[in-house]
């Protein structure tokens, strides 16, 4: 089945560095992923919609210059967390459609992304 | 703006006993409702999809029903195992392919 490897699955970094998490779709083409953030027992919320060769589109509230995602190819997309603080300490995942089909297919998730912020 | 709720929070239930996780949902303008299966710390399992047309979805001792006109989907779990233990999202999708979640039902099965 389609399968999405979400890259690296935990990172601890310092504050003020900037993380850059990977989404890929292995066996299928993905014209649009998402990337969702997850609070502690929290559902999760949609951060962006991310267009294969176009801007992304970020859900209100969300700052683009603090997220920045790139998505340059129909497999791969990234979300950079840019300056990062305690604050964006979070779980972050992302998932993608095979584009092929349509919205009628289910969206595949990745296996997310734990980032702590010392 | 759709909204996702999920009742109950949370559920304890003894081993072999069959269970309901409810979802209701506000804008009935849907394209699909998937559930998910979710372990500590970990990412997210797709469980059943319904598209809108369906009423419903059966995958080993998983069924999900839809019920579109009312909001709501169940999801039902038969004969419950403590490896069911985990936290059950459901997602509703728009026509413009984004998904709204609900915030779960964590689901405890006792040996």
């Known amino acids: 089945g389609a399968v999405v490897s979400q890259h690296p699955s935990r990172v601890i970094c310092k504050s003020g560095t900037s993380v850059k998490i990977e989404c890929r779709s292995l066996?299928?083409?993905?014209?649009?992923m998402f990337w969702y953030r997850q609070f502690p027992k929290q559902s999760l919320m949609l951060m962006a919609t991310s267009n294969e060769g176009s801007k992304a589109t970020y859900e209100q509230g969300v700052e683009k210059d603090k997220f920045l995602i790139n998505h340059a190819s129909l497999t791969l997309s990234t979300l950079t967390v840019t300056s990062a603080h305690p604050e964006d300490s979070s779980f972050y995942i992302c998932s993608a459609r095979d584009g092929r089909t349509g919205g009628s297919q289910p969206q595949h998730f990745g296996d997310g992304t734990r980032l702590s912020i010392l | 703006k759709q909204e996702v709720t999920q009742i109950p929070a949370a559920l304890s239930v003894p081993e072999g006993e069959n269970l309901v996780l409810n979802c209701s949902f506000t804008?009935?303008?849907?394209?699909?409702l998937q559930w998910f299966r979710q372990d500590p710390g970990k990412g997210l399992t797709s469980l059943l999809l319904i598209q809108s047309s369906q009423r419903e979805q059966t995958s080993g001792r998983l069924n999900a029903s839809l019920d579109k006109s009312s909001g709501r989907s169940t999801l039902y779990i038969a004969a419950s195992q403590p490896g069911d233990s985990a936290t059950y999202l459901c997602?509703?999708?728009?026509?413009?392919?984004?998904?709204?979640f609900g915030d779960g039902t964590t689901l405890t099965v006792k040996p």
């Open positions: 804008d009935s303008a849907i394209y699909n």
């Open positions: 066996d299928f083409q993905a014209t649009t």
């Open positions: 997602a509703v999708d728009t026509n413009a392919g984004k998904s709204t």
